[in-house]
T-cell receptor, first 118, second 115 residues
């Protein structure tokens, strides 16, 4: 059983296009994340959603719009793609809790989506 | 803000030799520390984590790491490396707050294994 899955695995597109990447987790987690890994393998968090609400937005251009229809899904839509958006995008999930019962749980990562903008 | 430094970008060891990958962190509170491994073309797999308690942590695939608060380090070790250990290794520090639950990663260390 795949815990965190992403589609597509590879995405090749032209500059200026709009594209989406989908992520699903079947771990029962309440928090999901998007990370970007650049060509030098540097990993940086982009967004975090807890129970469908945005809780972290790390100065990402507003061309990137995450959407969480439910706790098990976090999709990433990118408008007007630029060359610099080429990277591997990883989805992750964890159990965070809320209020006075916050947890720092292990984050489980999906296999990644390699986006190439031509 | 927290940060993580992995001083070695590349390391090459012979199969069967011991391994130590260095990780230094900067964080104002009690750190939550992780090591992940990324095989070529794959996602990140958790090797081990430190939240509290015993400072020597055992992980999967024969890896261990030792948390040393005085040195702000969380180095990863393995006594005998196998060819299948060739991969990219990432150290990360976790922060927990009402603003979110996020990991900050080091730049990674690429491990190559010589036969």
């Amino acid at each position: 059983d795949t815990a965190v899955s992403q589609t597509p695995k590879y995405l090749v597109t032209q500059m200026g296009n709009d594209k989406s990447i989908k992520c699903e987790q079947n771990l029962g987690h309440d928090t999901m994340y998007w990370y970007k890994q650049d060509s030098k393998k540097f990993l940086k968090i982009m967004f975090s959603y807890n129970n469908k609400e945005l809780i972290i937005n790390e100065t990402v251009p507003n061309r990137f719009s995450p959407k969480s229809p439910d706790k098990a899904h976090l999709n990433l839509h990118i408008n007007s793609l630029e060359l610099g958006d080429s990277a591997v995008y990883f989805c992750a999930s964890s159990l965070r809790g809320s209020g006075g019962a916050l947890l720092l749980d292990t984050q489980y990562f999906g296999p990644g989506t390699r986006l190439t903008v031509l | 803000a927290q940060s993580v430094t992995q001083p070695d970008i590349h390391i090459t060891v012979s199969e069967g030799a011991s391994l130590e990958l260095r990780c230094n962190y900067s964080y104002g509170a009690t750190p939550y520390l992780f090591w992940y491994v990324q095989s070529p073309g794959q996602g990140l797999q958790l090797l081990l984590k430190y939240f509290s308690g015993d400072t020597l942590v055992q992980g999967i695939k024969g890896f261990e790491a030792e948390f040393k608060r005085s040195q702000s380090s969380f180095n990863l070790r393995k006594p005998s490396v196998h060819w299948s250990d060739a991969a990219e290794y990432f150290c990360a520090v976790g922060a927990l707050s009402n603003a979110g639950n996020m990991l900050t990663f080091g730049g990674g260390t690429r491990l190559m294994v010589k036969p």
